[in-house]
């Protein structure tokens, strides 16, 4: 059993920044690709950043040179440091892990294609940015 608790988000005005963390429990999870998606109202969930086993990432491209994904392997922490927000970074994010398809997680074209259908995911947090 995997589980991932998020923590962070918040309310911030345009320009600002935030770090959304995520602490992955279980067994093997150092073995897990892992990465951060969000949902906002109105639109399908969207694939933001990963990280595979070996350190790779992948970043959709409203985010590159934004957002940093990184995590810890010794105690299994996933975080996202999010600069220069603006209004339509607005949504709720999610960290996920998966053991199966993590190649399809990683693309130099941006992580748009990974592969949930086996997923493990937190609860999420709320990231609000105003104008």
């Known amino acids: 059993q995997v589980q991932l608790v998020e923590s962070g988000g918040g309310s911030v005005q345009s320009g600002g920044s935030l770090r959304v963390s995520c602490v992955v429990f279980?067994?093997?999870?150092?073995?897990?690709?892992l990465g951060w998606f969000r949902h906002a109202p109105g639109k399908e969930r969207e694939a933001v950043a990963t990280i595979l086993t070996d350190g790779r990432t992948s970043y959709t491209d409203s985010v590159k040179g934004r957002f940093t994904i990184s995590k810890d392997n010794a105690e299994m922490i996933l975080w996202m440091q999010m600069n220069n927000l603006n209004t339509e970074d607005t949504a709720n994010y999610y960290c996920a892990a998966s053991f199966v398809s993590c190649g399809t997680w990683y693309s130099g074209q941006g992580p748009h294609k990974a592969e949930t259908q086996n997923a493990y995911w937190g609860q999420g947090t709320k990231v609000s940015v105003s104008s």
């Open positions: 279980g067994s093997f999870t150092c073995s897990a690709c």
